[in-house]
């Protein structure tokens, strides 16, 4: 068998893989299963209960429903009488957050809710969620003004808000629950990718952010709630909670200048500088 090179190739095999994490060299009459060992990024942040290190090479950032119909003053939940100011408030620090972040190379996954548009993913029970009445704009129905469908996967219901246009280089992930881990490939996704540490991001706290983010502890996954790129439309009560649950069970709660703070002494791509 050929000897592995200093590049981390083999002479005679080819890569097999669609993660640089998570490959293996190949050919006719060989298998290489070792997988390749990325350099390590560890940063230190101050979250609101310990300094917490972490490998920023194992970890990416999910950034939950920031969608018109959650968060845009003409999609669906301001149709139906929420106020939604509070969910715009991590707009501008995810603009900040997320250019560093992509300059480190940390995957940045786009987690959206988006039916099918004959909403056959969809039981009962989570149709009666938003429309307890059976009347009334739920799930997939036309919204009343603009007549696009409520997150209706591709449509401008289900589109990210203009002021945070993904990246090219971005994943996006539909999901039709409010936890991203259920009947989903976002697991699939991360650990083709070798990651081990979650930031979170987006709305509504209480809900589709808190429910993935505890399975993601479920899974095994570190877990780091970035409080002021997170928000909520429910009582304020509500945020307080999640903030509680999450320090006390599933994880730690960070605000997005201590991550910044960690990145500003890192020069951008270092790893494939290293």
Known sequence: MAVRTDAGEE????????????????????????????????????????????????SAIIVIDMQNDFCHPEGWLASIGVDVTSARAPIAPLQRLLPVLRNQ???????????????????PALLHVYKPSGVGTGLGDPLPGSGAHVLEHGSWSAGIVDELAPAASDI???????????DTELDSILRNLGVTTLLFAGVNAD????????DANFRGYDCLLIADCTATTSPSYC????????????????DSPAIGVALAGLAPDRREAT
């Open 11 to 58: 002479a005679g095999l080819h890569p097999l893989g669609t993660s640089a994490s998570n490959r293996w060299m190949v050919s006719q009459a060989h298998a290489d299963l070792v997988r390749p060992r990325l350099p390590a990024l560890p940063i230190a942040v101050e979250t609101r209960s310990k300094s917490v290190r972490f490998d920023l090479a194992r």
């Open 207 to 214: 809900q589709c952010v808190l429910c993935t983010l505890q």
């Open 239 to 254: 945020m307080a909670a999640t903030l509680y649950n999450v320090q006390q069970c599933f994880g730690f709660v960070v």
């Open 105 to 123: 190379r940390v995957p940045v996954i786009w987690l959206n809710w988006g039916n099918r548009p004959d909403r056959l993913n969809l039981s």
């Open 172 to 182: 996006h992930v539909a999901k039709y629950r409010m936890s991203g881990f259920q």
